[in-house]
């Protein structure tokens, strides 16, 4: 992109503090209107009829700018309602791209792709939510975290987010529960064999397996953990733990394997590290996930995997 066109793109979102998704939308869809109108561009006709809003903006008309980039998450339910501020943006829009346009700098596709570029940088900025609720069991308020996670995939085609959280979760659940121990993180899409690991965690001779997907190919990994004299152990979803297990059971090694549900595993420690004390159980939880939130920041590169307790 010409880097005046893209000083002028910040300066103009930077002013009108287009950041969040109502701004957000507006632009989106003007920007793919106006690749089919004259310039320079008349701000009247992109008025509704009823003077208050912009023209044809709706979720389905953002939604539809988005697909075009591979972005199937929702960025507004309620795109297009009525709004002051919408239509003076829409206003203040329209004469910036006209002074683009006249100042020869206009490139509405690489407007367009910039944009889309800032939707992006929203949604990474929008951290997973776990609501304490004193009323829930420990497990339960996992199971619910990792739902919204399941949620968050569904609407990003081709997302695979979960593997990640379990994996930093349980990292950081390790390094609460064993200060002393030194232990080794990676970021989740560093497979195993480029860094010889035996495992995700290896704690003296008991190899940790993360998964969201305990396959055959998995076992295998735990077979070579035995022959090498190492004891596996795999933690995993509750409703995957079956399937380790036949896995493993139809391997012959059923019996020399530990298998844990993941939100078992973290209920159960976060119990301990609380001292059983309901009390304590938010502040336990609290540090869990400062010490996730720094592993996210430290091994991955998407924000939105960061967790907000509240």
Not at 164 to 172: E, K, N, R, S
Not at 235 to 247: E, G, H, P, Q, Y
Request: proline content about 2%; glycine content about 6%.
């Amino acid at each position: 992109m010409n880097e005046d066109l893209q000083s002028r793109l910040e300066r103009f979102r930077d002013v009108h503090n287009i950041r969040k998704k109502g701004a957000l939308s507006v632009v989106v869809h003007l920007t793919r209107v106006v690749k089919r109108a004259a310039f320079p561009l008349d701000e009247s006709d992109f008025l509704a009829k009823s003077g208050g809003q912009v023209r044809g903006l709706s979720k389905a008309s953002v939604q539809s700018v988005l697909r075009d980039y591979g972005v199937s998450r929702t960025l507004a339910q309620e795109a297009g309602r009525t709004s002051r501020g919408s239509v003076k943006l829409m206003k203040d829009y329209v004469l910036f791209l006209n002074d683009l346009f006249d100042r020869d700098l206009l490139d509405l596709d690489a407007v367009e792709q910039w944009w889309v570029d800032r939707v992006r940088d929203y949604f990474a900025s929008m951290p997973l939510k776990m609501k304490y609720d004193a009323s829930k069991s420990i497990q339960a308020l996992f199971e619910d975290l990792f739902q919204q996670v399941r949620n968050r995939e569904e609407d990003e085609s081709g997302a695979t987010y979960l593997g990640t959280v379990l994996q930093h979760l349980v990292g950081a659940k390790i390094e609460i529960s064993l200060p002393d121990v030194k232990i080794k993180h990676f970021g989740a899409s560093v497979a195993d064999h480029s860094t010889k690991r035996a495992g995700d965690f290896q704690i003296d001779r008991t190899v940790i397996h993360v998964t969201t997907m305990p396959s055959e190919s998995l076992i295998e990994k735990c077979g070579d953990n035995l022959n090498a004299n190492l004891a596996p152990v795999i933690i995993t979803l509750s409703d995957r733990v079956s399937v380790a297990k036949a896995n493993a059971e139809m391997k012959g090694v059923g019996d020399r394997i530990e298998v844990f549900a993941a939100e078992q595993f973290l209920a159960t420690n976060l119990h301990e590290l609380s001292g059983f004390h309901v009390a304590r159980r938010e502040a336990t939880l609290q540090e869990l996930i400062n010490r996730y939130n720094k592993l996210i920041e430290t091994y991955e590169t998407d924000p939105g995997l960061r967790i907000k307790l509240g």
